[in-house]
């Protein structure tokens, strides 16, 4: 076995012990934020108590695995204003780093399975974030009138426009619902890339690695005066900025 090989072993073994610490973490401060979420949601309608809970989460975990966040952009951002705010995802480490680089309130829209865990699934109802049926029902349609209210009293709502996770190099093709919410809400949208999370822990990984990650937020896009005629538009000026970012393309200026 050559020393480059071992070293590999060494290291990926050093970052498993700690990882597995870690998911041990996750599991306790989940439980336990996650019950005061629900005892503090009712006593806190607005969701402003329980919002700072979710980032307390997320620091904790971001510093238990040794993980740095570096932010540019976030004077694209007008405190006064609600988005929907459309991020690229290769990890699960992406929801912390949302968490800690956005600077204002955020609701989440979820698969609808995400539900079904244990005390998670109702904190995050609880914190007012959105579940979103699958497919083209009655109850999907519903669950996005459920994000266009919240968007409409003010929150911006974070959407994974792949719908699942990448290969941490290329984007998926985008789902239309976010951007049809965009649309009938009239706010903007604001892409926002993240760089390095899948290079940390890939997708389908448990093994996070220390390091540094790189989040840009974007311009935000106008869809005032636009129509669901707009929505191919909308999507392909999104993807376009995104992949340009992801490529280190000059798009943004």
């Not at 840009?216 to 970012?245: C, Y």
Request: include cysteine.
């Amino acid at each position: 076995m050559n020393t480059d090989r071992m070293k590999q072993r060494i290291e990926r073994f050093v970052d498993g012990v700690r990882s597995l610490g870690n998911w041990g973490l996750l599991c306790v401060d989940t439980t336990v934020l996650g019950t005061s979420t629900i005892l503090i949601s009712f006593l806190d309608e607005d969701g402003f108590r329980t919002d700072h809970v979710g980032r307390l989460w997320s620091r904790i975990n971001l510093k238990s695995t040794g993980i740095e966040v570096d932010v540019e952009g976030r004077d694209n951002l007008d405190p006064e204003s609600p988005y929907v705010i459309m991020v690229n995802h290769s990890s699960l480490l992406d929801i912390f780093v949302i968490y800690d680089a956005l600077p204002r309130q955020i609701r989440w829209v979820m698969k609808s399975e995400l539900r079904k865990v244990p005390i998670f699934g109702f904190a995050c109802e609880k914190m007012g974030h959105v579940y979103v049926e699958r497919g083209s029902g009655e109850s999907a349609r519903e669950s996005m009138r459920n994000a266009a209210r919240k968007v409409a009293a003010g929150a911006s709502v974070v959407f994974f426009p792949e719908g699942t996770r990448n290969n941490g190099v290329d984007l998926l093709p985008f789902k239309k619902g976010g951007f049809r919410l965009a649309i009938q809400a009239e706010v903007p949208i604001v892409p926002v890339v993240i760089h390095g999370t899948s290079d940390l822990m890939p997708s389908g990984d448990w093994v996070c690695k220390k390091g540094r990650i790189k989040v840009n937020i974007l311009k935000p896009i106008s869809t005032k005066g636009m129509t669901f005629d707009h929505l191919p538009d909308l999507m392909a000026e999104t993807r376009e900025v995104m992949e340009g970012e992801l490529k280190g393309k000059c798009v943004d200026e």
